[in-house]
């Protein structure tokens, strides 16, 4: 198993002007694409597939500094140290796709003094090498950004499961905006880019709430989707 661990760029001020933001369309998409969107996209770039290049199996999210788990979830056949093939993913029928692509988090409001982040995302890389696996996060309030991250994984062997851990450091938020998202749910927003080779392949979205004071709680799937 690897492990990788880069440090992210991240930005409490919004982004260069990107004019009318995509919804897909069959374009392809670059790094700097994204990096220029300052409010979320209204839809997904790249379509759900089922065979993607990349598929995660555990992702865990806690408080760095004192090791409070927010949210933790994995595949139930990772225990046993099988995967299922990547081409084997199949969306039930009357499932929309984009459903398993989409988080809900529950998080509660202490999530929101947590000067640094760590994340461990656990995932498999299909039958061919991932040279490059790159990530950039675009953090919104509504329509204002308010954190990005990007990280870089680096080379992926073929068929092998690598863990990739992360650690945001975490602007501070402004007490009127940190009041704003307790108090409005879901209004808080992200876009998960990833790049195999600077193509964008996949693109994952979240909504956030801050209300609840228990760990954390989500609504999602793990998987692969996108293109």
């Not at 988080?103 to 890389?125: E, K, Q």
Request: glycine share 8%; aromatic share 12%; charged share 20%.
């Amino acid at each position: 198993m690897k492990s990788g661990s880069k440090s992210p760029s991240a930005s409490g001020s919004a982004a260069s002007s990107a004019g009318s933001l995509p919804s897909g369309g069959g374009r392809t998409y670059s790094p700097a694409d994204v990096l220029k969107f300052k409010k979320p996209t209204p839809g997904f770039l790249v379509p759900f597939q089922t065979s993607p290049p990349v598929q995660f199996l555990a992702f865990t999210i806690k408080d760095k500094k004192s090791g409070h788990v927010f949210f933790e979830t994995k595949r139930p056949d990772l225990n046993a140290g099988t995967v299922v093939p990547l081409a084997d993913l199949v969306v039930p029928d009357g499932l929309d796709p984009d459903m398993l692509r989409t988080v809900n988090y529950d998080f509660g409001a202490d999530f929101l003094d947590c000067a640094t982040v760590s994340t461990s995302l656990v995932f498999a890389v299909g039958a061919r090498p991932v040279s490059t696996f790159r990530m950039i996060e675009r953090h919104y309030f509504g329509d204002q950004l308010i954190k990005s991250f990007d990280f870089t994984f680096g080379f992926g062997i073929p068929h092998s499961v690598n863990t990739w851990e992360s650690v945001y450091e975490v602007p501070p938020i402004d007490k009127k905006l940190r009041a704003k998202m307790i108090a409005e749910p879901r209004k808080t927003m992200a876009d998960s880019f990833y790049f195999v080779d600077d193509k964008l392949v996949m693109h994952h979205k979240a909504t956030f709430e801050f209300s609840v004071p228990a760990a954390a709680a989500a609504v999602g799937r793990l998987g692969g989707g996108g293109e």
